[in-house]
Structure formats: C-alpha cells, structure tokens
C-alpha cells in the first residue's frame, strides 16, 4: 500500500507543477509517467528520448510521423523566393533572395481537440 500512495503523491505533485502555469519538463514527464505505470523513471526517460530519435528518423525519411491521440509531425517544402521590389501595405520593399527550405510543423490530432 505505501508504494502506491508514493506514486499517488508523485503524480499529484506533477499535476501541480503543470497547474501552476510552468511548462511539464521532461523530468516532470517521465515522473508522471511513472507514476502511472509502475516503471522506473529512468526507464521512462529512456523511453521518451527513444519516441524523439525514432520521430525525428521517421519525420526525416517519410515526412510525417503521429503520436496517436496527441499530434502529428509533418515537413512543407517552401519554395525559393526571388529578390526584387514588393509593395507591402502601400510601401515598396526591398526583398532578398531565399532559397527554397524545409519547414516542420506540428497539429494537434482530433481525438485530442474533441478531449478538449
């Protein structure tokens, strides 16, 4: 019994954290995460930093990656812009070349806007 009310308080203690307008860290995470499963933390950390690599993998070779029920990761190609003269709210600008680049973006899965 007195394992389980350590987890209790450690997750609550998590909650706090989250409810007092601070940012969940990774610690925070992998301690919550413990909390509910019944693992190691250290063993939590090591799962979140394996979800990272292995997205960051995916997102790089495929282009898309989803964490079920929370988000999905996607890249954009931007295409190349060229120098010249742009009117912008009635002035004239001066804009410089840019090549074309990459651009990872995040949206929030429907399960999750629904839960909200």
């Given at each position: ?52 690599s292995v997205g960051a993998k995916e997102v790089k070779s495929t282009g898309k990656f989803v964490l079920p029920g929370l988000c999905m990761i996607k890249t954009r190609q931007k ?38």
């Amino acid at each position: 019994m007195a394992p389980m009310k350590a987890m209790k308080a450690a997750a609550m203690k998590a909650m706090k954290a989250m409810k007092a307008g601070a940012v969940m860290t990774k610690g925070g995470l992998a301690e919550a995460l413990a909390s509910e499963t019944g693992l190691k933390k250290s063993e939590c950390t090591k799962i979140l930093e394996s979800i990272a690599s292995v997205g960051a993998k995916e997102v790089k070779s495929t282009g898309k990656f989803v964490l079920p029920g929370l988000c999905m990761i996607k890249t954009r190609q931007k295409p190349a812009t060229k120098a010249g003269k742009r009117n912008m709210f009635g002035k004239d600008v001066v804009v410089k070349a840019k090549p074309a680049s990459t651009v990872v973006k995040a949206f929030c899965v429907s399960a999750l806007k629904k839960s909200i």
